[in-house]
T-cell receptor, first 111, second 113 residues
Framework: LAKTTQPISMDSYEGQEVNITCSHN???????ITWYQQFPSQGPRFIIQ?????VTNEVASLFIPADRKSSTLSLPRVSLSDTAVYYC????????????WGLGTSLAVNP | DGGITQSPKYLFRKEGQNVTLSCEQN?????MYWYRQDPGQGLRLIYY???????QKGDIAEGYSVSREKKESFPLTVTSAQKNPTAFYLC????????????FGDGTRLSIL
């Protein structure tokens, strides 16, 4: 059974780079990997998505090794406002939709 | 301004009652989803719909029902058969392709009186 595993919590300080790794050993060929950020009492917000290698946007980078069994979300120079829960999702988007969510990583950024 | 709207923000239910949560999107997205989120838990899929007048059960569909009569709307009914309905409910939508992320509403928090 496909499963997505990520650390329960992480601590960091302002200005540091934070890397959160998600394990998805049973990822299928057509699956994409997406990361979301969620603040309390709000819906998750899209951060970044990738299929293989490296993807970078204005807020984060996503590193996916060749075997695609894991992925790492990298947040450069975090600030207090990055304190949130971060979710990893493996998504096949097929007719029999399989959405495998991780349980979330609670990131605390300290001053 | 395009987006996905859930209402109400807070909802209270007496035991034995059915309640309906609203989800509307003006993003012209094909697919819509309902999730349940409990404290400290991830997102669990209740139902999803990839096209109008069709929907599929997710991982925890028991005690819930949905309809998809219009592309823009995907209401969720929490029936009296759902024995533990207190949770945060999230609706999402997406263009139905694997490389398209989901857009979420800001949720409805349901509590039992």
């Amino acid at each position: 059974l496909a499963k997505t595993t990520q650390p329960i919590s992480m601590d960091s300080y302002e200005g540091q780079e934070v890397n959160i790794t998600c394990s998805h050993n049973n990822i299928a060929t057509n699956d994409y990997i997406t990361w979301y950020q969620q603040f309390p009492s709000q819906g998750p917000r899209f951060i970044i998505q990738g299929y293989k290698t490296k993807v970078t946007n204005e807020v984060a980078s996503l590193f996916i090794p060749a075997d695609r069994k894991s992925s790492t979300l990298s947040l450069p120079r975090v600030s207090l406002s990055d304190t949130a829960v971060y979710y990893c999702l493996v998504d096949n988007a097929g007719n029999n939709r399989k959405l495998i969510w991780g349980l979330g990583t609670s990131l605390a950024v300290n001053p | 301004d395009g987006g996905i709207t859930q209402s109400p923000k807070y909802l209270f239910r007496k035991e034995g009652q059915n309640v309906t949560l609203s989800c509307e999107q003006n993003l012209n997205h094909d697919a819509m989803y309902w999730y349940r989120q409990d404290p400290g838990q991830g997102l669990r899929l209740i139902y999803y719909s990839q096209i109008v007048n069709d929907f599929q059960k997710g991982d925890i569909a028991e005690g819930y029902s949905v309809s998809r009569e219009k592309k823009e709307s995907f209401p969720l009914t929490v029936t009296s058969a759902q024995k533990n309905p207190t949770a945060f409910y999230l609706c999402a939508s997406t263009l139905d392709r694997e490389d398209q992320p989901q857009h979420f509403g800001d949720g409805t928090r349901l509590s039992i009186l």
